[in-house]
């Protein structure tokens, strides 16, 4: 057993947001959350610009925004091919080190698990179970394996209760009837209680001064039951079906306070505990943006020949064909290849008369897109589709801006566009379905931490907020600044922020690389999640 004192507890609610946790304290059904944030520090955490579990997860864990640590989607897109592609964002695309990593490097234990784009694992002195890794190689993805073989021992880790039932997932994200729901939830009831003890088992049997898990079944039953928990709609939603669903959402929540007051206690009392989410959540409107059909009535894309028309109000396919394989490439100039990162890319030619715009015509043909996107009004609500679209030196400026999608577009009610192809490019949504919201939150708690209410955080800031609890030096390249005013004045005064001069160094040397076996298992995760 380590010697380590836990110093710093970081709990993450993927998703979560004070519109719906409010509710909930106020309604009784998540009391320690509410006392915490009662008597400890609360702000809202300003996400990424376009609020997406892989880069967001990535600026919290690194302090770097996306065009500097090189995550931009679930995926990395290829362009450098006659025929455009994608595979799969991996922890190599991690061009910086995390907060585990730098802690780590400092002579300090790390723990995390489940977070996004940590598979294959970048050893540090701690404890690696990363997410969005099938069931199937879960198991042999754990570093070190040591705490593998102490985990099956104590019968905790289970991967098929840890993982996600693919063809299941497929069916949900693209959205469930009302009868549907009730498995899905209980899925994730289940799967959550499973990551929870395998943290319980690590803080008892290996602790780390830093231990950090993410709690992803918020945000995957926020999609789906939004209606059926949010005040301003739930009341709207009678019968037996929701009633019973509602119950279950309840319950997930309650467990999930329930955990947060466990890991506390566990943690001790000297540790400093961090409550935060990537994004917020908010109900989507009732129409779905099919940007690449808009782009075909542009003449900027061409489909292949038999390429169905969507009825079904889909943002991807549910079977295993990449958008990519839909598309006539020498007929298209821009493309959405993705619904989550609600980019379009743009095609540059390599050479006279190639598929694609020529480079010197590049920045009029953008601008002619952004002008169209923005004066794209929506027939039925006579309200404006998008409501801002970034180019890429503006969303995300850094080192790997010439990674990131040509332009990220924000729908008016932050909805995630489609990708299929369909007979006009606003269609209504078949189900209730809700959406990320840029406003998530973050909550701090114990020994040193003030009681009140912050500014404005930005998702940044969650880093170096970290380090500093941890005692340790924030390197000066960090973009995210200490959220000094969640800190009690004596507190702060005893400990100030310490600067670290030099390099962290570019977390991506000592990657390892997928095998084709990993990287196939995990691309089919991703598209079981219906973003692809």
Known sequence: ?????????????????????????????????????????????????????????????????????????????????????????TSADVMVPTIWQIASDAGLRATTLNFPVTFPVKPIDGTVIPGYVPWSYLGRAIHP?????????????KASEMSTDWQHERKAVQGLAENQLDD?????????????????????KEPSELCSVLFDGVDRIQHLCWHLVDPATRDDYTGEAAARTRDLVLQYFRNVDGYIDRMIKAAGPEAQVFVVSDHGFTRS?????????????????????????????????????????????????????????????IRQAEEPGAPGVPPQEYDAFRARLIEGLLALIDPVTGKPVISRV????????????????????????????????????????????????????????GPGIAKIALEPLQI?????????????????????????????????????????????????????????????????????????
């Open 460 to 532: 940044a800031d969650v880093a170096p907020t970290a380090l500093h609890s941890l005692g340790l030096a924030v390197p000066e390249e960090i973009e995210g600044r200490v959220a000094e005013a969640a800190f009690a004045s004596d507190w702060q005064a005893e400990n100030p922020v310490r600067m670290a001069q030099g390099t962290a160094g570019t977390g991506a040397a000592d990657a390892a690389t997928l095998d084709e076996d990993a990287e196939a298992q995990i691309r089919e995760r991703l598209k079981s999640l219906g973003y692809l």
């Open 285 to 345: 409107g009732r129409r779905i943006f099919y940007a690449n059909t808009w782009l075909e009535q542009m003449g900027h894309l061409g489909w292949v020949e038999g390429t169905p028309l969507d009825d079904q109000g889909r943002v991807a396919l549910d079977e295993n064909t990449e958008a990519s394989t839909l598309i006539d490439w020498s007929r298209t100039n821009a493309y959405a290849l993705s619904s989550s990162s609600n980019a379009i890319f």
């Open 1 to 89: 057993m380590s010697e380590s004192k836990i110093r710093t507890l970081i709990i993450g609610l993927d998703g979560a947001t004070y519109d719906l946790l409010d509710p909930l304290v106020a309604e009784g059904v998540m009391p320690v959350l509410g006392e915490i944030m009662e008597q400890g520090a609360r702000g809202i955490l300003r996400s990424t610009i376009h609020p997406l579990t892989p880069p967001a997860w990535t600026t919290m864990t690194t302090g770097r925004s996306p065009g500097n640590h090189g995550v931009f989607d679930f995926i990395r897109v290829d362009r450098g091919t006659d025929k455009p592609s994608y595979t799969l964002a």
């Open 184 to 204: 899905w939830v209980q899925f994730h009831i289940t799967r959550e209680e499973r990551w929870f003890q395998t943290m319980m088992t690590l803080m008892d």
């Open 145 to 157: 394996r040591e705490s593998f073989k102490m985990l099956k021992a104590e019968g905790v880790f």
């Open 390 to 445: 970034f180019t890429r030196e503006e969303a995300f400026p850094g080192t790997h801006t010439d990674r990131a999608p040509d332009l990220t577009l924000m729908l008016h009610d932050y909805s995630f566009l489609s990708v299929l192809r369909a007979d006009a490019p606003l269609k209504d949504r078949m189900v209730p379905y809700a959406t990320h919201h840029p406003d998530g939150i973050f909550v701090a708690t």
